[in-house]
């Protein structure tokens, strides 16, 4: 219980932090409203909430002894992560909760299990496939507070989340150290289920661009 009031007073710090940083940039340029600054203030959470995040991250990965396996199941998701979007938590203490288990967990698994070569084989393919058609339909998984319009970035993202992905399971097939491989497959298959349409609705998350397009024929209809 103390730590998680520990948690939560750090991330209200934060908070105040962020909208006194958003109120002194609408000081200096009064051109900003209401709307705009919304959008800074979220930024700057982002930004500044991953600080916290990072450090509990690494303690507890370290506390568990798969430091070095934490960090390398973060770095080796990175580029996929950055091109298919995935879902963004409401809270910060959910977003916490839910990036450790990913990172620490996929870490862990990776540390335990041994995959036989026709099992890896066979897994790698139905990681693929389904990655393919969820990139297909999702990606840029975006959301409604940091939407992806622009078409020709929604299509250099969708190409290099294929590639990115496929890059992953094809190093995950060749590679010879157990460990690393399992951090690809199951690291890919996690990111990959980060932007499906089922967990943005279990995570009460929307796909921004996909709003955007229904207001846009909402209001071209009305006219």
Not at 28 to 35: A, Y
Not at 124 to 141: E, G, V
Not at 152 to 172: C, G
Not at 196 to 220: A, C
């Amino acid at each position: 219980m103390n730590l998680s009031k520990g948690i939560e007073e750090v991330i209200l710090l934060v908070e105040k932090f962020c909208k006194m940083l958003t109120q002194k940039i609408r000081n200096k340029m009064p051109e900003i409203d209401d709307e705009r600054a919304e959008v800074i203030n979220y930024g700057l959470q982002l930004v500044l909430g991953e600080i916290p995040k990072t450090i509990i991250i690494l303690l507890t990965a370290w506390l568990l002894r798969i430091l070095k396996l934490t960090v390398l199941a973060f770095l080796i998701i990175i580029p996929y992560r950055t091109f298919s979007g995935g879902v963004h938590l409401k809270t910060h203490i959910g977003c916490i909760i839910a990036t450790t288990i990913s990172y620490i967990g996929n870490a862990f698994l990776s540390s335990k299990i041994v995959l036989a070569s026709n099992i890896k084989f066979i897994l790698i393919i139905a990681i693929w496939i389904f990655s393919i058609f969820m990139i297909k339909l999702y990606a840029p998984a975006d959301t409604e507070a940091v939407p992806i319009l622009r078409k020709k970035e929604r299509r250099i993202k969708k190409l290099l989340s294929y590639i990115t992905m496929t890059l992953n399971l094809l190093i995950a097939f060749f590679i010879k150290n157990q460990v690393i491989s399992n951090l690809l497959i199951f690291g890919t298959l996690i990111q990959t289920i980060t932007i499906t349409r089922f967990i943005y609705k279990l995570t009460n998350n929307k796909y921004g661009y996909e709003e955007y397009m229904k207001n846009e024929n909402i209001q071209t209809s009305i006219l």
